[in-house]
């Protein structure tokens, strides 16, 4: 079961059905720029309305809500992305006024391809993007000069070295952009990665903290039991021997001597009766290498048929649930159960142990006598309950009162492992 819930855990971790948040906020700031930019194309008169390039823009945005997790279809994502580019290199080379859509487009894709591609690819998808930005400026006839930059002109036109020159600057400027957001994403897709490892050491090292200590509990069990056996167990049999022989030669007239030994015989047999369970009981699994779905219903009707209690039950749980969920809420059911056939004098009991909004949901419910909460301060069972709970970061409250039942309810958080699970 351990090794069972550390894969859970790194399969967990390491699945990624969306982007980073961060970085889809980056793109949809960069998409809302490149949407921004087309509507104010429009404004020019020689400016069409751009529903090509609307609905490519819409495309891409509705494309990095769900990034795909295997090879092939990464490439082919990719291709995709790219294939969206050639288009829009298409419709900006034959657009009269230049705008900063492929460029902004073409930062969303290569920092989409950092989170799925490794290695060169990614300096593949660059420089795509850096070549389809490149061959767009220099296809261009016309590109727009900044008014301080038109100023430093002797002419009203800049020469083709010129004009060549301010190409080469747009071309350079923005490959610098595309290594800086390539660097820049790397360093933070780093970061995320070294989380999740933590994440994972620390699932593991409390997993085999957990297993640690199952062991080490077991070992102190059978140790005390093999004490038990070994000390009190011999003394009370050799108690019941010598009783037994004092019985045989007690003289007929001495009936008060023989009743006083007859009870000492008969309590030292109770006794060794109930050293042996005891001993019985530590030794054993509770659970017995059953599921918590079939163990519990199990304790339910072994606890509730000899009392002549009638159980209405609900168990539905998760297949994998660690050892020490599944014994923690086994004995808290069996301790309140255990209560209501004592103290209770109750004809029916409730038991629902369902998994809720990634929480364990457990409920015993009986229609007994009930007691006053505040008077009972010092019993065990209780405070037995409420610290299982409390040392799985869980709740447990109970809520009674003279004549209205008893109701137990515990809240447990559902491992990590399985919270995408449930």
Known sequence: MLHCGVSLVKSDVRRSHAPLKQLLYVEWVLLGMATLATLSS??????????????????????????????????GYTVVELGILLLLSVQTGRASVMTPLLPLLGIVVVIRSCQML????RVVVVAVVFALHGVTVFSRVKIPIPPLLAQGFKTTTPTDWQMMAIRANLIIFFGLGLVFVLLLVNALLSVYRSQQDLAIA????????????????????????REIHDSLGHSLTAQTILLENALLFLPPQAHRARDYLTTATESAYRALRDVSKSV??????????????QAIPTLIKEICQPANIVPDYQVELPDALPEDVCLALFRIVQEALTNTV???????VQVRLLTKSHRLHLQVL???????????????????MRERATALEGTCQIWSAPGAGCRISVILPLPTALVHLA
């Open 342 to 348: 004592k103290h209770s004098q109750a004809q029916l």
């Open 280 to 293: 019985s009981a530590l030794r054993t699994d509770p659970l017995q290498d059953a599921p918590l779905n």
């Open 366 to 384: 009986d229609n007994g006598k009930g007691f006053d909460p505040s008077k009972n301060t010092t019993g065990f069972g209780l405070r037995g």
């Open 202 to 225: 620390h699932a593991q090292l409390r997993a085999y903290a957990v297993k640690v200590e199952n062991q080490a509990t077991l070992q102190e069990r059978n140790r005390i039991a």
């Open 118 to 121: 490794q290695g060169w690819w």
């Open 42 to 75: 429009m404004l020019f008169p020689s400016q069409s309305i751009a529903w090509v390039e609307i609905s490519l823009i819409a495309g891409l945005t509705m494309m990095g809500l769900h990034l795909p997790q295997r090879q092939l279809p990464k490439l």
